[in-house]
């Protein structure tokens, strides 16, 4: 008898075939995948990650619960009233709350001083999930992923409860009426003595207090504080212009871009918005195609998105720039810049990439831009400025912007001289707004001691931390959803921040903390703002109070806007620093030091949605560690989880290696907001990570050469999900070049798509709703924020470290990192990866209790209440999504950690299988109202989760019924394809290839 492949030709019989991709390179996920490690290979084989299937052993229950605490389940307290000052108890039912039915609201928040607007679903008075409001401009209705986690920091039972006075607790009465009297002493002598230490903020509330400050005493000190400052933006502006300026740019419009150390995707004010104009650059179609240069030494999210990458040392991205310049004007004769080719500002070394990116630039004039980012010195901004003025693009692509915020010095600077001065007993009061300075202290600032020297100090904190341990008073910080306030866009766009919930520990804002210094602690932050915006509008009464209803409504607040400045460029200053500028030899290693992606400057270091969170390059969670190129850890005869030391300028500090293909040769690479104990009661606390601020110095906050590397005894750790799942050689996320997809578009990857040969007819879907997916790969730029919202979706737990590194995180979506190339020079792909919705899911058949099955409109379900855990399901499906709960990470919640979930999903328990649902909650919700009204379900307007917070529309989610929706329309993209098509699962997810835009003259990479 003939084989059943003689007659049936099924591939999942065969070997996987590898049709039309023998010119493809390979593709792998890390050094060990790359270099074929046997442990690796061994893992391949197995049915689950190693360490994934084990019981555990010697581990405490408890310690899980902990950890879960993040995370609650049902129930609600308390309900606000639309829009009113006082949130009243939920004790009779508001007239617009109805039990079973979501409310939202919009309000804003202040990521580092400037707003996004942010839209909170509320269930009887409870929030459950934040989304990006869409009628902001900052925000376009996506969030990212710290945003999503703010609910996280909302239900937090570490907060600090009550005001207290060295430990003692007191009422905020017995604060304001002590301010109140010592205001009036120091009123006597102008404020000498008086220092405020704030947060950044656009509030124009807030300014107003301040000015009032500033009237009542002349000689007190004003500064704002953040260890992420924006000092060389303004100070680049002002070196370029004479003031301080931001920069907005259109991305949308721009075709050639030149990114020096900047990460726009992801950090800056208007990162949301410009990652999705950015995304629209790259439709895949000659001439309209952007392409993106990034000059970085670590990896960024922009620079894994960009068509040509140059990985350098940090202090060698100024002489990049000015190489550029260099050539722009001596070669290509741009009018304005002709006397610098007199300066000699070449790079021989990088004479061919200089080459390439001027002529590009030139070539494309007012469509090319030159952007810079926060860590790189004035200098590098003011010749950016110089660069878009010259192209056109300056006027064409460019906005630029009085800053919001207090455009002084923000950075650590402000520090030393608040710790000479508390020292030296200059300082009588101080009020502390800023977070946990104590902690981000540059070396050599004793902030601490400096602190307790002062008599009255005032620190308003979110939870107890340095500074709070050395201050006198100490205030509760209420969450930006429990606060009244007002805040600006970079573009001027103003929104009031209102409440969703009642105060939970007696928290205050910045507003309440600085009342009895601008003489009016007898006014509450809701009274303060709406006086501030009833005069800017000049009306009263109840004409004013509809327009303010209308306001809290939408979110922001109609003719704010500013249309920008237009100032005159300083070429005499700029020449100026030019001249004195003088390239240093490249010798020795490089300390590069960079914003925390998930813990910011370590005020998310205590979030564990964001602590278990993938780092988008190197995959860590709960951890940072010194990221090391290939070729320097080889030099330096290191591997990965080796313990080094790290000395700069007699100061050392011990972490574990993490090799990172990509990452610049003789630079290590140091996130900061890291290295503090993270609270495992009732087992002592454990410390996440290293302090990198130990290394951290005032005239060198962000890179610094000197840097002595030692292997020490005994391995480091860290968790890391990327060698989980292995592709096994097959074509998984795809990535070609315009010009090969050009060539290839009437056949482009047609052997991963349409009908595959099957024993049995298939199933017909008639149904009127067939709900499918897509991810166009090629707008994905891998933020991570999708991770992060179907967790807050869809009640997801929090594992811990230990159970990640076995292999056990839930996320229902993940985002995979792939490599191309070689390790030194790798190109780079994310793909978020889901449960497929395969129309012949293997995971269906092999379900011994049929606890999986399908729906007649394409949806693979899951009936909780027939698992009985034989993973055979897991094992069984070739995409590896679906997640299995091996302990109960629920446990015992208190009563304020239950208000977190999301009541339309089931929380899971221990022994059940789970995985992405496509959000069917959502459609079931959409369906009941459809009912309701008649009519049939608005598809366009229903939205996955990942769908909704995505900032550059990559994940589009709808009904293949309906031939004109987004998502049918990139089901018959020429770009499309099916993962693992050949298996013959026919999945409702989509993928759209990566297609890049590299220049011809230089090599692709």
């Known amino acids: 008898m003939p084989p059943v492949t003689d007659r049936y030709p099924l591939p999942v019989l065969q070997d996987s075939p590898r049709a039309g991709s023998a010119e493809r390179p390979r593709a792998w996920r890390s050094l060990e995948e790359l270099q074929g490690s046997l442990e690796l290979e061994r893992a ?44 009243m108890p939920y004790t009779h039912q508001p007239a617009d709350v109805k039990p079973g039915l979501p409310n939202t609201y919009a309000t804003a928040w202040e990521p580092e001083g400037y707003a996004a607007g942010l839209v909170v679903t509320s269930w009887e008075g409870r929030p459950t999930k934040v989304e990006g409001n869409p009628d902001h401009p900052a925000s376009l209705g996506a969030t990212n992923h710290v945003a999503q986690a703010l609910l996280v920091d909302l239900y937090d039972t570490s907060r600090v409860r009550g005001v207290k006075l060295r430990g003692t607790s007191r009422s905020f009465k017995e604060y304001l009426q002590e301010q109140t009297e010592r205001a009036r002493r120091l009123e006597t002598n102008g404020g000498e003595g008086l220092w405020l230490l704030l947060e950044p903020s656009a509030s124009p509330t807030r300014r107003e207090l301040l000015e009032r400050i500033r009237q009542r005493f002349p000689r007190a000190r004003v500064e704002t504080y953040h260890a992420l400052s924006r000092d060389n933006v303004h100070e680049g502006a002002r070196l370029a212009y004479g003031r301080p300026l931001e920069t907005r ?88 810049l002709e006397h610098y080719g007199e300066l000699k500002l070449g790079w021989p070394e990088r004479a061919s990439e200089v080459r390439a990116v001027a002529a590009d630039l030139a070539r494309n004039g007012a469509r090319a831009v030159v952007v810079v980012g926060e860590r790189q010195p004035p200098r590098v901004h003011a010749v950016a400025h110089l660069l878009n003025e010259t192209l056109g693009s300056q006027r064409r692509l460019i906005t630029l912007h009085e800053p919001g915020v207090e455009a002084g010095r923000s950075g650590p600077e402000v520090l030393r001289e608040l710790a000479e001065a508390a020292s030296a007993g200059r300082v009588d009061t101080l009020v502390v707004t800023a977070f ?69 520990f007696q928290g205050l804002t910045e507003l309440d903390v600085l009342s009895p210094f601008a003489g009016v602690a007898e006014l509450t932050p809701y009274q303060l703002v709406k006086a501030h915006w009833q005069r800017r509008a000049g009306a009263a009464g109840a004409a004013f109070d509809d327009t303010w209803d209308q306001w809290l409504a939408v979110g922001t607040i109609p003719g704010t806007q500013s ?47 964001l602590q278990e969170m993938p780092d988008p390059l190197t995959m860590l969670s709960w951890s940072n560690a010194a990221l090391l190129s290939p070729r320097t850890a080889e030099r330096l005869s290191l591997k990965a989880r080796d313990k080094v030391k790290l000395t700069l300028r007699g100061r050392e500090l011990e972490a574990p290696v993490y090799v990172l293909p990509g990452h610049a040769d003789d630079t290590v690479s140091l996130e900061l907001g890291w290295g503090r104990e993270w609270d495992e009661s009732p087992e002592p606390p454990v410390e996440l990570g290293v302090n990198a601020y130990l290394l951290r110095h005032a005239d060198a906050p962000w ?102 590194e076995r292999g056990r995180e839930m996320y229902w979506l993940r985002v995979d990192r792939y490599f191309e190339g070689s390790p030194d020079e790798p190109r780079m ?8 919705h395969c129309e012949a899911a293997p995971c269906e058949y092999v379900c011994p209790v049929n606890a999986t099955v399908h729906s007649d409109e394409g949806l693979n379900e899951m009936v909780y209440n027939r698992c009985i855990g034989t993973r055979y399901c897991s094992n069984n499906c070739p995409y590896k999504v679906r997640r299995f709960n091996y302990l109960d990470y629920r446990g015992k919640v208190t009563e304020l950690e239950k208000l977190g979930f999301n009541p339309d999903v089931t929380v899971r328990m221990r022994g059940v299988m789970e995985k992405c649902t496509y959000c069917v909650q959502r459609i079931e919700r959409a369906r009941i109202e459809a009912r309701k009204e008649r009519r049939p379900i ?11 917070v995505c900032p550059t529309e990559a994940i589009t989610f709808g009904s293949l019924h309906e031939r004109d929706s987004e998502v049918a329309q990139r089901h018959g993209d020429p770009r499309h394809y099916a993962v693992l098509h050949e298996l013959g699962t026919k999945p409702r997810t989509a993928y759209l290839a990566r297609i890049k835009n590299p220049n011809p003259e230089l090599e692709h990479g």
């Open 249 to 336: 740019v259109r991305y949308d419009l721009a075709r050639v871009v030149l990114s020096l150390d900047a990460d726009f995707l992801t950090q800056g004010p208007f990162s949301l918005s410009e990652a999705r104009e950015f995304s629209r650059s790259r439709t895949p179609l000659r001439g309209e195609m952007s392409r993106l240069y990034v000059a970085e030494s670590h990896c960024s999210v922009t620079g894994m998105n960009a068509d040509h990458r140059f990985r350098m040392k940090p202090s060698e991205v100024e002489r990049f720039a000015l190489a550029v310049l260099g050539e722009l004007s001596s070669t290509h004769h741009l009018a304005g």
């Open 703 to 804: 890179f610094a050469e000197g840097l002595q590397v030692e292997k020490v005894e005994g391995r480091g750790s860290y968790a890391t999900s990327q060698d989980h799942w292995a592709m096994e050689g097959r074509e998984i996320a795809l990535q070609d070049t315009l010009e090969d997809f050009e060539k290839k578009k009437p056949e482009y990857l047609k052997h991963l798509k349409g009908p595959e040969a099957a024993l049995y007819e298939p199933f017909k879907y008639d149904k009127p709703n067939q709900w499918a997916m897509a991810v166009d790969l090629n707008r994905c730029i891998g933020c991570g924020a999708c991770v992060v919202a179907c967790q807050a979706e869809n009640n997801i737990p929090v594992v811990g470290r230990e159970q990640v």
């Open 436 to 504: 946990d300075p104590a902690y981000t202290a540059p070396v050599g600032v004793t902030l601490g001691a400096a602190l307790r020297a002062v008599p009255n100090t005032v620190y308003l904190a979110f939870r107890e931390d340095e500074t709070s341990k050395h201050s006198a008073w100490v205030l509760p910080a209420a969450h930006v959803l429990e606060s009244w306030g007002d805040t600006r866009a970079v573009d001027g766009t103003a929104s009031i921040i209102q409440p969703l919930i009642e105060p939970l």
């Open 829 to 836: 792909i994310p793909q978020p990866m889901m449960c497929q």
């Open 44 to 87: 391949a084989h197995r049915e689950f990650p190693p360490g994934a299937a084990e019981p555990p052993r010697g581990l405490d229950r408890r310690r899980f619960l902990q950890l879960a605490g993040t995370t609650a389940a049902l129930a609600g307290l308390a309900a606000c009233k639309k829009p009113a000052e006082k949130v």
């Open 563 to 609: 249309s920008g400045v237009t100032p005159t460029l300083d070429t005499k200053a700029l020449d100026t620093s030019l001249q004195a500028f003088a390239p240093k030899s490249a010798q020795g290693l490089e300390l590069n030091l960079l914003p925390g992606y998930k813990v910011r400057d370590g005020r998310y270091f205590h979030n564990a949605w």
């Open 938 to 948: 608005d598809t366009e307007a229903l939205e996955s989760a990942c769908e909704q």
